[in-house]
């Protein structure tokens, strides 16, 4: 099922609800019982949604509220290190020399899914598809924003606010 879901990903599309579901609710089913969990980007979709209440409460839905520009020029200006897994970025972690590992000097590449065109097309799909979620988790009364384009402003916000809620 990985291996189905890593395809649909490296070419910009969703994963199908019928896979996401059935690999999230099997490593769901692996906790110890009263555990949270912390799902990122799943669901991303309100049938996603309504799938996964049918089976796990969810508390607190959160929506991570940040502008396409900020989005695309920080996906797009990731490089990785292919053969050690280094990532470099080019606004907040770039390589000593342009284009190359800072501990061979191998060439650096990027990620399909990080290309600009890719990120774009994936934003249209998130319009599309995943954006109704957040009135789905407002109207059931769990949904809570936090706006921004810098994750060190945004991340001790939603710290915080994790750290005064009562789950389970």
């Known amino acids: 099922m990985g291996t189905q879901a890593k395809s649909f990903m490296d070419s910009g599309s969703l ?3 019928e896979l996401i579901i059935q690999l999230v609710l099997e490593e769901v089913a692996k906790l110890p019982a009263e555990t949270n969990v ?3 980007g799943f669901p991303r979709t309100v049938a996603q949604a309504e799938a996964l209440g ?3 409460t969810v508390d607190i839905a959160i929506n991570l509220d940040i502008p396409e520009a ?3 020029e920080r996906m797009s200006g990731r490089w990785i290190h292919m053969a050690s897994g280094r990532v470099y970025a080019y ?3 770039p390589p000593k020399e342009e284009g190359k ?3 061979t000097g191998e060439a650096l ?3 399909e899914d ?3 065109e890719t990120v774009m097309a994936r934003l249209r799909k998130y319009a599309e598809v995943t954006q109704p979620l957040i009135g789905y988790y407002a109207e059931a009364g769990v949904l809570a924003s936090f706006a921004g384009t810098e994750s060190d402003v945004i991340y001790p916000e939603v710290r915080e606010f994790l750290n005064t809620q009562s789950v389970g």
């Open 15 to 17: 994963v199908p609800d």
């Open 54 to 56: 049918r089976e796990i």
């Open 91 to 93: 606004d907040y972690n």
């Open 109 to 111: 590449e990027q990620r």
């Open 38 to 40: 912390l799902l990122d």
């Open 101 to 103: 590992d800072d501990v």
């Open 70 to 72: 900020t989005i695309v």
């Open 114 to 116: 990080d290309k600009a």
